[in-house]
């Protein structure tokens, strides 16, 4: 007995088209041709897949050009900027702001995302408070985590540190670290480890965001690691250094990542604005390799970071164009490649979530629809999403724009 059945659509690994049958919240059948009194939705050959995941979003800080000034366009000025402005917010315009981004992930084949919260004396729990609403009232279309992060340390604001606590014992469920911007970053690693510990949440760090290959924290976040039997629950946004260091640092550094099994998250959007302004010519890309790192078997993902303010001007929230973003910015071009890079904003950004995301019978029917023949056409074509269903329940649905040809 089957709900509903999305028909004629091509998922990976399959070299035909399938139909996908809905029972309740799960997937009951994928085959070849399903007869059923279900309802169906033919899908017209498009590409299927488990939707996009957003391993790395900042809703509360969204939206907020109007607010700040641009006028260096580093990292520097947009801490300062952002730190100035979020004193001024409250629920009601974080949340405001944060439900603007998360419609928008909707449309564009966003199933799931780690949102990392700012916390601390001058964000306060406003921003915390306005995101717990957000997960709560868009939980029909989308997962959302909630990191409680530390953007502006630990050691200079100690008072964070409880707060960061509080936040975890009433609905976050991680917690992140931001070791650049603390005055004993060593020190901030190992707090941010001892909250985890005491809650039993995985660790999210924002780590060596500049093109400095001296000094970098990833030792320190892999000894902790090691020490307190994290494998598997740890991950780490930026890196940036890592562009700057010759391939065979960077080899050593992934092959104890893999070991320990942690993540890396790259930033494009991000990490290209913000990186390489004191040069004036040859300026460099900034990302992290990621590339390396994943044939090294280290899971890698590509996520949006910031939407509209000082450290990301631009943004729709959409991860099929913030792949093709990286893709470009990668030189990547072999299919094999591509793939990769399309993995990095699905399965791969599925894992560091723990999340189901393949197209089985049994799994959770969260499915989205493609504009694309393939994961890697819907990269280099950057294939619009033209409808999803979570656990089951249609979300959206984007027709397929049809050109109007003049009568004859």
């Not at 947009?78 to 629920?91: H, L, M, N």
């Not at 315009?93 to 084949?109: L, M, P, T, W, Y």
């Not at 001296?214 to 940036?240: L, Q």
């Not at 391939?247 to 990186?275: C, K, N, S, W, Y």
Request: glycine share 8%.
């Amino acid at each position: 007995m089957l709900d509903l059945v999305i028909g004629n659509v091509h998922i990976a690994d399959q070299p035909h088209p399938v139909d996908i049958g809905l029972s309740g919240s799960r997937i009951a059948a994928i085959e070849p041709h399903i007869a059923a009194d279900a309802p169906r939705h033919d899908m017209c050959g498009h590409f299927a897949f488990g939707g996009f995941v957003d391993s790395h979003i900042h809703l509360d800080k969204a939206c907020i050009l109007d607010r700040c000034m641009i006028c260096e366009g580093t990292l520097e000025e947009a801490v300062r900027e952002t730190a100035k402005a979020k004193v001024g917010f409250t629920v009601e315009d974080v949340h405001a702001r944060a439900a603007r981004v998360v419609e928008k992930a909707i449309v564009n084949g966003t199933i799931a995302m780690r949102a990392f919260v700012e916390i601390d004396p001058r964000a306060g729990f406003r921003s915390f408070d306005a995101i717990r609403q957000i997960k709560k009232e868009f939980a029909w279309a989308i997962d959302i985590q909630i990191c409680a992060f530390a953007q502006e340390g630990l050691n200079n604001e100690p008072e964070t540190a409880e707060m960061l606590g509080q936040a975890l014992m009433s609905g976050a469920d991680l917690i992140g670290g931001c070791p650049y911007t603390d005055p004993d970053p060593d020190r901030h690693i190992r707090w941010i480890f001892d909250l985890a510990e005491r809650h039993d949440v995985d660790v999210d760090f924002h780590l060596d965001f500049d093109l400095d290959p001296k000094n970098s924290a990833i030792p320190s976040v892999i000894a902790e690691t090691r020490r307190r039997n994290y494998a598997g629950r740890v991950s780490i946004g930026h890196v940036t250094k890592l562009s700057a260091m010759p391939r065979t640092a960077v080899e050593a550094i992934a092959d104890q990542l893999g070991e320990t099994g942690i993540a890396v998250t790259v930033l494009p959007a991000t990490d290209m604005f913000l990186l390489g302004r004191e040069r004036d010519h040859l300026v460099p890309r900034g990302i992290a390799p990621a590339m390396l790192l994943a044939g090294r078997g280290v899971t890698v993902t590509a996520a949006t970071n910031n939407v509209l303010n000082p450290f990301t001007p631009y943004g729709d929230a959409s991860l099929s164009r913030m792949a093709n973003l990286f893709a470009n910015a990668a030189q990547l071009s072999r299919d094999e490649d591509v793939i990769v890079a399309f993995d990095m904003v699905a399965t791969s950004a599925a894992r560091l979530m723990r999340r189901d995301h393949t197209l089985k019978p049994g799994s959770p029917a969260d499915i989205v629809i493609l504009d694309a023949e393939n994961a890697c056409s819907a990269i280099r074509e950057i294939g619009l999403p033209l409808a999803g269903w979570k656990g089951g329940r249609q979300t959206f649905s984007r027709p397929k724009p049809n050109l109007i040809w003049p009568t004859r």
